[in-house]
């Protein structure tokens, strides 16, 4: 038995490289996805009220704001209408995704809410949905989820 032999225990963990715990944090973390926005109160007051996010950090005011999405945070950042990437940085798709438990009622949720999609949630050939829609910047973010049979 391996254990019989009183410095086996160390090397057991050599592998850990100090870190105190068996699984290892990525390299690469993904930290926060940013999102560009002139007007920044009207954007702080879409993610925090009409989606719900949780605040981590920062105020109406700006110009940043943090908040929870459960991995990643999703970073509210103000850039100015006259900055020179303004408009290659607000108004696009934001490529980002948002998995969410039931999609069919999220989306008539969100559009009673006056939230502006795209389209109707779309069948995906994995089986679950995808709907597309706009912050007040225009920013195009998606929510994927299980769609009502």
Known sequence: MPHDHPH?????????????????????KLQAVRIYVGDFAGAFEFYAKTLGLHLVEGTP???????????????????????????????????????????????????????EFMAPPQKQPWGGGIAHFRDPAGNILSLVGKLAA
Do not use: M
Not at 8 to 28: L, N, Q
Not at 75 to 101: C, D, M, W
């Open 61 to 115: 005011a700006g110009p940043y704001a943090f908040f929870d999405t459960g991995g990643a945070q999703l970073a509210l950042e103000r850039i100015a209408p006259q900055h020179p990437a303004y408009n290659e940085l607000v108004g696009r798709f934001a490529a980002v995704s948002f998995k969410v438990a039931d999609l069919s009622a999220l989306y008539e949720e969100l559009i009673a809410k006056g939230v």
């Open 8 to 28: 086996d225990h160390d090397h057991d963990h050599d592998y850990d490289h100090g870190h105190g715990h068996h699984h290892h944090e990525p390299k690469f």
